[in-house]
Nanobody, 125 residues
Framework: QVQLVESGGGLVQAGGSLRLSCAAS????????LGWFRQAPGKEREFVAA????????RYADSVKDRFTISRDNAKNTLYLQMNGLEPEDTAVYHC??????????????????WGQGTQVTVSS
């Protein structure tokens, strides 16, 4: 079992930045592929970004590429999402997720085994 807890969400104006964090409970954090997803009201959950266990590979949704950066610190059992150039369309609850399948940067919810409760990001225009 891996418990994930997100933090860092909030209200920001368009064009602003936020950094989300996801703290994991398990020492074997480094064995997991990690990802960020988001869900806006009335919409389906959407893939945002994923990162391999070694940080050697990353994957982004087209809608956030060049604006968001995913990273991880295995020594601190923490996943990050740096979000720059935020737009009102980025408003959503952001969830981190962990997958025990290495070597695959999944972009679907079914690719992940563990989920955090989420943190709200609201971007005003």
């Amino acid at each position: 079992q891996v418990q994930l807890v997100e933090s860092g969400g909030g209200l920001v104006q368009a064009g602003g930045s936020l950094r989300l964090s996801c703290a994991a409970s398990r020492r074997t954090f480094s064995w997991y592929t990690l990802g960020w997803f988001r869900q806006a009201p009335g919409k389906e959950r959407e893939f945002v970004a994923a990162i391999s266990w070694s940080s050697g590979s990353t994957r982004y949704a087209d809608s956030v590429k060049d604006r968001f950066t995913i990273s991880r610190d295995n020594a601190k059992n923490t996943l990050y999402l740096q979000m720059n150039g935020l737009e009102p369309e980025d408003t959503a609850v952001y969830h981190c997720a962990a997958s025990s399948v290495l070597g695959k940067l999944g972009n679907k919810g079914d690719d992940y085994d563990y989920w955090g409760q989420g943190t709200q990001v609201t971007v005003s225009s």
